[in-house]
């Protein structure tokens, strides 16, 4: 375990080392790309520090990073879909993979989407949305708007803030972000339940006024009267069988 901590360590070191690098940008692309899949250093640690050398450039390098991140998400989708599990399992612990399929299963494509934007492993969702052969346009669009959102709100942290933002960004933004899924899903819910409840009301209402009108706007037939005979009329005379 310390040698991997120790591992981990020299590749953050590593990959924000980069930021001073002439073929940064390409850099920034490959770590995003690669991290989609299997690398383990988010490329958020290289975005920040090339957003601090040049706040100028800071949502150039977000896009890069948006696009390297969605291709690779593409590639970890291509190794789920054609490696199947023996290949899912040997690069992820079982229980991961597991636990994506019940989530995936659970909420569908919000899955990839939710896992995108928090510090929710995005890399084992992409190659679970494979395993799964889930439709592919829909996770490209659910990888494109979450890891966009997330990259662009650290450059955007970054462009007005400054190293003021740093910090911020990288003790606190994993959280902020699950506050804000965390909102979002209870919108939906509160949203989704209100709407049962109007239904329900509805219902209870159309139940209470004897049934409902018929659509040409004419008064619904009277309720039949003792012993399977019509209701007399209103003037009290009882209409025949057949007129």
Excluded at 4 to 22: E, G, H
């Amino acid at each position: 375990m310390d040698s991997f901590r120790a591992a981990v360590t020299w590749l953050y070191t590593w990959t924000k080392s980069l930021a001073a690098m002439p073929w940064a940008p390409w850099g920034l692309f490959a770590i995003a790309f690669a991290e989609s899949s299997f690398f383990p250093v988010p490329p958020d640690v290289l975005l920040i520090a090339m957003a601090l050398a040049q706040p100028k450039l800071a949502f150039w390098y977000a896009l890069i990073c948006s696009v390297g991140s969605v291709l690779g998400g593409c590639l970890g989708y291509a190794i789920g879909y054609y490696g199947g599990r023996p290949l899912a399992v040997r690069l992820f612990k079982p229980h991961r993979i597991a636990s994506a399929e019940q989530l995936y299963a659970k909420y569908d494509i919000w899955a990839v989407a939710v896992a995108g934007f928090t510090p929710v492993p995005y890399k084992v969702f992409t190659i679970t949305t494979g395993l799964l052969r889930a439709g592919f346009w829909r996770f490209v669009a659910a990888s494109a708007a979450s890891r966009s959102a997330r990259f662009f709100l650290v450059s955007t942290l970054i462009y007005f803030f400054g190293a003021q933002a740093q910090e911020l960004i990288e003790k606190r933004l994993d959280v902020a972000a699950l506050v804000l899924v965390a909102l979002g899903v209870g919108g939906f819910v509160a949203v989704k339940y209100l709407g049962r409840r109007r239904s329900a009301a509805g219902s209870a209402e159309v139940g209470a006024g004897g049934g409902a009108v018929p659509e040409d706007g004419s008064p619904p037939a009277p309720p039949a009267g003792p012993g399977g005979g019509s209701a007399p009329a209103p003037d009290g005379s009882r209409r025949a069988h057949g007129s």
